[in-house]
């Protein structure tokens, strides 16, 4: 099975950064995309960035600029450096990849268990 490990959550002070971490383990042949997701209490999961690439990215609105997802192949891993944090930032953020076992595997989607940003005013 594949499993995904999240780190780097944490309290931090508005205008501060956290540098989070996930790392995908388990019999994967390829990832087609990694990427993170938020959800804030009393509200939607959302999109926050995802990578296909080093050269696609995408970033949600609200974090454009602030935001910078990237990801190291050989390890399978992904992350998020967040700078200037506000307190609309908090919430559990969760990774997420799409991968197949196999050359004829379909791709799949895998979620991790979610690490918890709280931005303090």
């Known amino acids: 099975q594949v499993q995904l490990v999240e780190s780097g959550g944490g309290l931090v002070q508005a205008g501060g950064s956290l540098r989070l971490s996930c790392a995908a383990s388990g019999f994967i042949f390829k990832i087609n995309s990694m990427g993170w997701y938020r959800q804030a209490p009393g509200k939607p999961r959302e999109p926050v960035a995802t990578i296909t690439s080093e050269t696609s990215t995408n970033y949600a609105e609200s974090v454009k600029g602030r935001f910078t997802i990237s990801r190291d192949y050989a390890k399978k891993t992904v992350y998020l450096q967040m700078n200037s944090l506000k307190p609309e930032d908090t919430g559990v953020y969760y990774c997420?990849?799409?991968?197949?076992?196999?050359?004829?595997?379909?791709?799949?989607?895998?979620w991790g268990q979610g690490t918890q940003v709280t931005v303090s005013s």
């Open positions: 997420s990849i799409e991968a197949r076992q196999g050359i004829s595997s379909a791709p799949l989607t895998y």
